[in-house]
């Protein structure tokens, strides 16, 4: 069981707008920034968002935002090169290590 | 254009030892924290520990798991980094990923593309 809780599956037409969530508590989300990050086929991740700040190179449909201890991505205008599995990850002060959630699949349908 | 390659990944008998490496090219390394992000088959991310430059210290960090069994060191002039893996466990199987560490500390920016390590009978 992974200390940050995301879906197991989001769903999204080309051109819609979705949103993946990533839930922990005071000690993590709460206290410090997020990232996010992308995974196709298993391959290399690549980060997507830093906080709120996309990395240079990520489109600027991807958004990112938190409010206390839920964290989340928000992806307007869905292409079919964004499917794949995200995963969002942060520090926790009590664990004293690096934390990720169990992961999202986003399918684009 | 930054690169970073894992090698070194195998199977390997439980109670074992493997060492992976990570060559790090295009990239200001000397100044670099770097970590290890292992995946098991079918599941997610775990991070497994990281090392600091020489310039805030060169201390290591490690995840519960491997703490003790694991031991994360580098080469600046080999712009290398190392993951010394003994007493080795089936769960320990997995790719094993060598990133970056951006600011703050816990954001990873690169990765490799990872090496596969297998353990078992």
């Known amino acids: 069981q992974s200390a940050l809780t995301q879906e197991a599956s989001v769903s999204g037409t080309v051109g819609q707008k979705v949103t993946l969530s990533c839930r922990g508590n005071s000690n993590n989300i709460g206290s410090y920034a997020v990232g996010w990050y992308q995974q196709i086929s298993h391959g290399a991740p690549k980060n997507v968002m830093f906080g709120k700040a996309p990395p240079s190179g990520i489109p600027d449909r991807f958004s990112g935002s938190k409010s206390g201890t839920t964290a989340s991505l928000t992806i307007s205008g869905l292409q079919p090169e964004d499917e794949g599995d995200y995963y969002c990850s942060t520090w926790d002060n009590i664990l004293n290590v690096v934390i990720f959630g169990g992961g999202t699949k986003l399918t684009v349908l | 254009e930054v690169q970073l390659v894992e090698s070194g990944g195998g199977l390997v008998k439980p109670g074992g030892s493997l060492r992976l490496s990570c060559a790090v090219s295009?990239?200001?390394?000397?100044?670099?924290?770097m970590s290890w992000v292992r995946q098991a088959p079918g599941k997610g991310l775990e991070w497994i520990g990281r090392i600091k430059s020489k310039t805030d210290g060169g201390t290591t960090h490690y995840a519960a798991p491997v703490q003790g069994r694991f031991t994360i060191s580098r080469d600046d002039s080999k712009n290398t980094l190392y993951l010394q893996m003994n007493s080795l466990k089936t769960e320990d199987t997995g790719l094993y990923f060598c990133t970056t560490n951006a600011m703050p500390r816990y954001f990873f920016d690169y990765w490799g593309q990872g090496t596969l390590v297998t353990v078992s009978s």
């Open positions: 295009e990239f200001t390394f000397s100044d670099a924290w």
